[in-house]
């Protein structure tokens, strides 16, 4: 089946205290969106990509695309207000009968055996979620009360969330709910299975400084 995937880019990084979105923000040479894609391409060369970017930013990332000479074939598409409606819109342009990955253009450290496992499994079974076991010990707030909880019973979800996309096109027909956190969560609602497979864990979500940092530390110690 045609792989296609939707990086999702929209967002204004405002938590980086910086006036460079995250995603544009300079990661071992190159800006961190610049190594999202690569990934992508160098598991499959002939994925097609979609990367949601605000109307706003289109005139900045084709100039750093210029300046970087960034030469990775892709598609622009507008992006929505929310994460949901970005993703909405990447998917008018998605084929019946393919897969399709949405991934977080933050996350520019997924490995290559998260990319290909999870396209694989939702090729099989209509849907693949990555995730990472949680290491630290938790505990559920209700108001002024907690209690420890078993931390075997939870995971850490990553992206890319890999779907079947006729499954997916017509979850997203669905009414916007505050319950989607994520595209899983909009396939859920529609009543179906979601299937976890094995993500890896320096596949973080560059959020803060700190994660920048992390990153940048990972790559250059080739942990990654």
């Not at 089946?1 to 980086?16: E, L, S």
């Not at 160098?42 to 949601?52: A, E, G, S």
């Not at 930013?57 to 210029?66: A, H, M, R």
């Not at 009360?145 to 027909?173: M, W, Y």
């Amino acid at each position: 089946m045609q792989k296609y995937t939707i990086i999702v880019a929209g967002g204004a990084g405002t938590r980086m205290n910086n006036a460079v979105p995250k995603q544009f923000m300079e990661l071992n040479g190159k800006p961190v969106l610049m190594h999202t894609i690569e990934k992508f391409y160098k598991v499959f060369p002939d994925i097609r990509i979609l990367v949601v970017l605000a109307e706003e930013l289109f005139e900045e990332w084709k100039q750093l695309c210029t300046k970087y000479n960034f030469a990775i074939g892709h598609h622009w598409v507008r992006g929505g207000e929310t994460r949901f409606n970005s993703v909405k819109n990447g998917l008018e342009f998605i084929p019946e009968n393919c897969i399709v990955g949405i991934h977080d253009a933050a996350r520019p450290l997924v490995s290559k055996e998260t990319i290909l496992r999870t396209f694989e499994i939702a090729e099989k079974l209509g849907n693949a979620i990555p995730c990472i076991p949680i290491t630290e010990s938790i505990r559920e707030k209700n108001g002024l009360e907690n209690k420890a909880v078993d931390r075997n019973q939870f995971v850490i979800i990553q992206t890319p969330q890999c779907f079947q996309s006729s499954l997916l096109k017509k979850a997203f027909l669905q009414s916007y709910n505050d319950a989607f956190t994520d595209d899983a969560s909009v396939l859920e609602a529609m009543g179906e299975k979601i299937n976890l497979v094995e993500g890896n864990k320096e596949n973080i979500k560059i959020t803060t400084p700190q994660d920048l940092f992390i990153a940048e530390a990972l790559i250059e110690r080739r942990l990654f």
